[in-house]
Nanobody, 118 residues
Framework: QVQVVESGGGLAQPGGSLRLSCAAS????????MSWYRQAPGKERELVAG????????NYADSVKGRFTISRDNAKNTVYLQMNSLKPEDTAVYYC???????????WGQGTQVTVSS
């Protein structure tokens, strides 16, 4: 069955870094566009970053440009989100989403909490 599992969340200080990972299984990973979303308390879920099937194209929310980097390793069926220069406003539950190119089906992970606080 399809599984999308995030890891790497936790507590970081302002200015610090975290690296999130998202391991996927149950579908052809190289046929899926991958994205990271986040949802802060009381706010709607928002797109943070996306990456194409080959990794050749990426996009970012304005709020994270220059600080976050999305990447993928198709051999490991894993997508990453490197988060640098973290700010308290980056605090949220971060979700990984897979979108299958051929069917447009979406699969979400369960989320991982990121808290930025001193």
């Amino acid at each position: 069955q399809v599984q999308v599992v995030e890891s790497g969340g936790g507590l970081a200080q302002p200015g610090g870094s975290l690296r999130l990972s998202c391991a996927a299984s149950g579908f052809t990973f190289s046929n899926a566009a991958m994205s990271w979303y986040r949802q802060a308390p009381g706010k709607e879920r928002e797109l943070v970053a996306g990456i194409s099937t080959t990794g050749g194209s990426t996009n970012y929310a304005d709020s994270v440009k220059g600080r976050f980097t999305i990447s993928r390793d198709n051999a490991k069926n894993t997508v990453y989100l490197q988060m640098n220069s973290l700010k308290p406003e980056d605090t949220a539950v971060y979700y990984c989403r897979a979108r299958l190119i051929l069917t447009s089906y979406y699969y979400w992970g369960q989320g991982t909490q990121v808290t930025v606080s001193s």
